[in-house]
């Protein structure tokens, strides 16, 4: 039996990334493992595979990443495996080492343009350090995977180097059983406008959301999941009196995040082009909202918007204006006519737009190292 063991720096509980690649992995007979961190409030896991999660002196920073390094490529350097996966380019130094001394496989899965992440952006010396290491590293690696073809093209033009692209798309819905909102605490006699993620961040258009919420009329804002800017969200919503207006809901399995995302009316996608890894992001939240076939109101970046234009199954906005927003989102609510022609888009594109399609590209890989 081939032994993988794909690794991360997060807690695991809400990467859905991970957790579909070890799952299509486990079921073509590789017995898998993910590893990650336990943090004090990581949710608890059941899988059908192995995980190891470990706790770690530091939570951040740069101890943080030496500290996950070094832990790691112990961990690596002992454990049964062929074939080591690395998630990002915070696991890839331990990973790297590891297969070069085992003479091991590797892979390597980029979620993101890592170097052009924001919380970078001002540290040139953290980033140098990043870009030092993956340039040591990257042109050396052929098993290269990363989520959409602008980001591909990125690495390409800057190592030379050819990437397999496999989109952050969802496993399709199978459950007949859904709670309604009365269920999960939700209105039901108003309009839900969702922004979901585990990384409602700075400049991800949370905050024009939330003011949006002041000019819309029998709506509330749904905002699911965590991130670094929910303290500054709920100060607005305690500035300007949104409290009937604005739900908060802490993050949570992925399979009771979609039992809310379904229920929404509008999936809300509203990075902004800040950065360059923004610009050319495609969220998880996207294809989630396809699949629970709710329309999207997205920002005007390039891989989103052409999702979003080439199946029709939304609107593409042209401002992050608070007002702006909340007239395109009325717009979209009460156009009956224009909403039944989406849900038909919808329809179709999430048949196309899952995980079943899309695990075929990722098995181009790992069925040559099986």
Not at 57 to 76: H, Q, S
Not at 204 to 210: D, L
Not at 225 to 253: A, S, T
Not at 336 to 364: G, S
């Amino acid at each position: 039996m081939t032994h993988i063991i794909l690794s991360v720096t997060n807690d695991l509980a809400t990467d859905q990334r991970v957790h579909r690649v070890a799952t299509s992995l486990t079921n073509r007979g590789a017995k898998v493992t993910l590893v990650g961190r336990l943090l004090k409030n990581s949710l608890l896991l059941n899988r059908d595979y192995k995980t190891y999660r470990m706790r770690l002196l530091f939570t951040k920073g740069a101890f943080f990443y030496a500290e996950y390094n070094v832990r790691l490529f112990f961990y690596l350097l002992f454990a049964k495996v062929n074939i080591l996966v690395s998630n990002d380019l915070d696991t890839l130094a331990a990973n790297y080492l590891a297969s070069v001394i085992r003479r091991k496989k590797l892979v390597y899965d980029t979620h993101e343009y890592f170097c052009g992440v924001p919380e970078l952006q001002s540290r040139k010396i953290v980033q140098a350090i990043w870009r030092k290491i993956e340039g040591s590293i990257l042109p050396k690696l052929t098993n290269v995977i990363t989520v959409n073809g602008s980001i591909a093209n990125l690495y390409e033009q800057e190592y030379g180097i050819k990437l397999r692209v496999v989109r952050n798309v969802p496993i399709r819905f199978n459950r007949t059983d859904w709670p309604s909102r009365r269920d999960l605490g939700l209105p039901d006699d108003k309009k839900i406008v969702l922004l979901q993620g585990s990384g409602i961040n700075i400049n991800r258009g949370a905050e024009e959301a939330v003011l949006a919420a002041r000019y819309l009329k029998n709506t509330v804002v749904l905002i699911v999941g965590g991130g670094d800017v929910l303290n500054r969200l709920k100060m607005l919503v305690l500035e300007y009196n949104l409290g009937e207006n604005v739900i908060f809901i802490p993050k949570m399995p992925y399979a009771e995040l979609m039992s809310h995302t379904r229920l929404a009316d509008i999936g809300l996608s509203l990075d902004k082009d800040t950065n360059i890894n923004y610009r050319f992001s495609l969220p998880n939240k996207v294809f989630d909202y396809i699949q629970a076939q709710i329309p999207v109101l997205c920002s005007n970046l390039v891989e989103v918007a052409n999702v979003v234009n080439t199946w029709q199954v939304g609107r593409v906005a042209e401002s992050h204006n608070p007002q702006y927003l909340a007239s395109v989102i009325e717009e979209m609510l009460y156009n009956e006519l224009q909403m039944n022609i989406w849900k038909q888009n919808l329809a179709k594109a999430a048949e196309v737009l899952c995980w079943e399609k899309e695990e075929l590209e990722l098995m181009k890989i790992y069925d040559k190292l099986l």
